[in-house]
T-cell receptor, first 113, second 113 residues
């Protein structure tokens, strides 16, 4: 157990639908990072939040959005889902101690059918 | 972040020492070098981090020459369970700031019996 909790572990949904992925960072971590990993594109950085504020954006589609709540958990919302959105979505936390020792969760596997 | 170049794949046998080299010719003065390990369908796991010379922990060693334009991750006496993708990342450490932790393609290490 890495300390970063992601739910659900698996999600199967139809095209056009909307889903919400949830991440609870490791205790004490203020930053949350979201990544998408598909077979043909590797780990793609989506977005970073720090203590409730958006800090950095990567290749995140307009159909995707995220937020970090006061209790520091984060949610990634994916809407108007397409087949190509099928991927593993990882959440990571950390970075406050001045190292690059970010801790990743076990991921949510999204399958769009 | 400094661009990194790693071999796409490497093969080894159980019990051998494996050295994976990463090139980062444009590394900046305040950049650190960090390595992650990723097993299939799992989130990346922090292995080791360094700035210069040699760093060793219970898992691996990291060798960084004086010019810091490359680094070598050394895994002693690998086992089948070390089969994974290894990522080299280079960037500054900024506590709580904008940190786009960008992963490259990584090196797929295949350990055979």
């Amino acid at each position: 157990d890495s300390g970063v909790t992601q739910t659900p572990k698996h999600l199967i949904t139809a095209t056009g639908q909307r889903v919400t992925l949830r991440c609870s960072p490791r205790s004490g971590d203020l930053s949350v990072y979201w990544y998408q990993q598909s077979l043909d594109q590797g780990l793609q950085f989506l977005i970073q939040y720090y203590n409730g504020e958006e800090r950095a954006k990567g290749n995140i589609l307009e159909r995707f959005s995220a937020q970090q709540f006061p209790d520091l958990h984060s949610e990634l919302n994916l809407s108007s889902l397409e087949l190509g959105d099928s991927a593993l979505y990882f959440c990571a936390s950390g970075g406050e101690t001045g190292t690059y020792g970010y801790t990743f969760g076990s991921g949510t596997r999204l399958t769009v059918v | 972040l400094a661009k990194t170049t790693q071999p796409i794949s490497m093969d080894s046998y159980e019990g051998q020492e494996v050295n994976i080299t990463c090139s980062h010719n444009n590394i900046a003065t305040n950049d650190y070098i960090t390595w992650y390990q990723q097993f299939p369908s799992q989130g990346p796991r922090f292995i080791i981090q360094g700035y210069k010379t040699k760093v060793t922990n219970e898992v691996a060693s990291l060798f960084i020459p004086a010019d810091r334009k490359s680094s070598t991750l050394s895994l002693p006496r690998v086992s089948l369970s070390d089969t994974a993708v290894y990522y080299c990342l280079v960037g500054p450490l900024r506590i709580g700031a904008t940190n786009k932790l960008i992963f490259g393609t990584g090196t797929l290490l295949a350990v055979q019996p």
